[in-house]
T-cell receptor, first 118, second 112 residues
């Protein structure tokens, strides 16, 4: 069965960076994009962007350019998202999602809670 | 960015009751290729969201047929014909016609 297994919760200091992983299994990894979505109580769900797992090409929501960097390791079927220059506004749950394109999110990871605090 | 407005924000229902959720878009979601990329998600308490309906009205595999979607252009509706306890949670619409993809603010379905 399709699974997206994300890494564990992160506690980070302002100004630092974190790198979250998302390991896919149960399907051909390079046949689907992996997208990333931010969830907060205040802002709800926000689309960060996607990575083409075959080519490594990326597309970012303008709002998250410079904040998020998406990469992929095809050999381990794992996608990564690095968040840099963290502020308290980056505290959220981050999901990796298998995307078929056009907002069709059919499988979700369990989410990673990132807390930014001094 | 496209703004999706969901109403009501909270919905109280009894088991067996039929309910509807509205999702209105600030722009038409009809793509130039003729498709309308409006989908519905359900997030149960403590869980990740899951896909219920895609392309306005198509039921995702394994989703009970008491769920249905309709609409066009800027106005869309999710209907549950006979709420069951497992349907409780927050429903979101999401659009994939205009980049960046955006989500509605959510409708929380709770037991009356």
């Amino acid at each position: 069965q399709v699974q997206l297994q994300q890494s564990g919760a992160e506690l980070a200091k302002p100004g630092s960076s974190v790198k979250i992983s998302c390991k896919a299994s149960g399907y051909t990894f390079t046949s689907y994009y992996i997208s990333w979505i931010k969830q907060t109580t205040g802002q709800g769900l926000e689309y960060i962007g996607y990575i083409n797992t075959g080519s490594g090409g990326t597309n970012y929501n303008e709002k998250f350019k410079g904040k998020a960097t998406l990469t992929v390791d095809k050999s381990s079927s794992t996608a990564f998202m690095q968040l840099s220059s963290l502020t308290p506004d980056d505290s959220a749950v981050y999901y990796c999602v298998r995307e078929f394109g056009v907002g069709y999110f059919d499988y979700w990871g369990q989410g990673v809670m990132v807390t930014v605090s001094s | 960015d496209v703004v999706l407005t969901q109403t009501p924000p909270t919905l109280s229902a009894t088991i067996g009751q039929s309910v509807s959720i509205s999702c209105r878009s600030s722009q038409s979601l009809l793509h130039s290729n003729g498709n309308t990329y409006l989908h519905w998600l359900l997030q149960r308490p403590g869980q990740s969201p899951q896909l219920l309906i895609y392309l306005v009205s198509r039921l995702e595999s394994g989703v009970p047929n008491r769920f249905s979607g309709s609409g066009s252009g800027t106005d869309f509706t999710l209907k549950i014909s006979g709420v069951e306890a497992e349907d409780l949670g927050v429903y979101y619409c999401v659009q994939g016609t205009h980049a960046p993809w955006t989500f509605g603010g959510g409708t929380k379905l709770e037991l009356k």
